[in-house]
């Protein structure tokens, strides 16, 4: 079959939209027509390079190059063709991509960790996680996923585990947000952060994921909600889904929140900026409570060993760290669940989706993305209504 996506061939490359030929599915394969793609940062990780284990690095320990790539790991689309033993969606199914293809076997999933399945190893590996063979190529160039959904294309085949079935009455744009950003944030506040009601929360990053940390905070019961991001857009869609307060920088939130809670600050600070750079750690622990929480959901470059972070803080004020992947959620029950919660109108996503773009407008989406101008972006089949 022949389609196309959109190519990223190295770090500091635009991504190319290529002519691509896809092969059948293997066994335990799924062929899947992608209606829509969220424009998540994590795929923009990898033109930074923040994402890229260095070329030296990954020389010296023998690793294959992860380029050229097809991006895009948030998607929904129509399975068009299953491989043989595929029992959980047949043709016709909308599905939403999962770059979490929980095996639930493993260690991790058996005791409800299935963000942090052991199948995680296999995604930036080349080849398909089945069998480890190319099937998706331009002209003689074999091509790499992303997280092994490559949602960045016309169609690509992919694990079955990396596809779970939704409703086909749903929106393809809002469940294809569902299966990384919206995930990612509500759970950042609900699962990892365990925001409890009368808490006082503050989510430091307001973009595709940290939205959602707003909204999780404030479904969670949380009594003040802060978002600080330095974009009045953010700050003001902070505000409709339920921020109580909004600031342009963490050191304004500092200040402010030392009055407005008598000094004792917040329960949970969630980190989700667009980049996390370990010299923010310091005033995201001053805006710390004693016994409180700091959940840090934004990536590091994978370079950066180091963090501003008082130990003396830490250990006598009582006060934890935590990393989280996917939200700390189970996709296989949380993408179906927020989905609900959207149909029901408890959790609002139609609002976050500022614009939609055509495979061939990609890099115009992050442009716009990174100076600010909208919450979301998402690729779709149909040209955009920009």
């Not at 690095?57 to 050229?68: C, D, I, T, W």
């Not at 973009?207 to 978002?227: D, H, S």
């Not at 500022?354 to 690729?379: A, H, P």
Request: aromatic share 4%.
């Amino acid at each position: 079959m022949e389609g196309r996506a959109a190519v990223l061939w190295g770090v500091g490359e635009p991504w190319k939209v290529e002519t691509i030929q896809v092969s059948p599915p293997a066994p335990g394969e799924v062929l899947v027509q992608w209606e829509a793609a969220g424009l998540c940062h994590s795929d923009d990780h990898f033109v930074t390079g923040d994402m890229v284990m260095p070329e030296e690095l990954r020389k010296q320990y023998g690793l294959p190059s992860p380029f050229p790539i097809i991006g895009g790991h948030e998607g929904a689309g129509t399975v068009l063709e299953v491989g043989s033993g595929v029992t959980s969606v047949v043709p016709g199914d909308l599905v939403a991509a999962s770059f979490i293809p929980a095996c639930g076997r493993c260690r991790w999933c058996v005791t409800g960790r299935q963000n942090i399945c052991n199948n995680g190893s296999e995604l930036m590996k080349p080849g398909q996680m089945v069998d480890g063979v190319v099937r998706h190529h331009c002209g003689d160039q074999p091509l790499n996923l992303y997280a092994k959904c490559g949602t960045f294309a016309d169609y690509t085949v992919v694990a079955e585990p990396s596809v779970i079935k939704v409703d086909g009455d749903l929106p393809p744009e809002v469940v294809a947000l569902v299966s990384c950003g919206v995930a990612t944030g509500w759970g950042s506040a609900v699962h990892r952060a365990q925001v409890q009601p009368g808490d006082v929360v503050v989510v430091v990053g307001c973009g595709g994921v940290g939205i959602n940390a707003v909204q999780g905070a404030v479904m969670a019961g949380a009594r003040l909600v802060a978002a600080v991001d330095p974009v009045p857009l953010k700050q003001e869609m902070a505000r409709k889904l339920g921020a109580t307060h909004s600031f342009s920088s963490m050191t304004e939130a500092i200040a402010e929140l030392r009055g407005v809670t008598r000094g004792e600050m917040a329960d949970k600070v969630i980190m989700v900026p667009s980049v996390m750079y370990g010299e923010l750690m310091a005033e995201a622990m001053a805006l710390t409570s004693k016994g409180g929480t700091c959940v840090v959901t934004g990536v590091a470059p994978m370079t950066q060993t180091e963090s501003s972070i008082s130990l003396m803080d830490l250990a006598m004020m009582n006060k934890e760290i935590k990393g989280t992947i996917f939200g700390s959620g189970n996709p296989r029950f949380d993408i179906p669940h927020l989905l609900e919660l959207y149909r029901l109108g408890q959790l609002r996503l139609d609002e976050l989706i500022t614009r939609t773009y055509s495979l061939e407008e990609i890099n115009e989406g992050y442009d716009d993305m990174k100076n600010g101008r909208i919450i979301r972006g998402v690729i779709t089949r149909e040209r955009s209504n920009g």
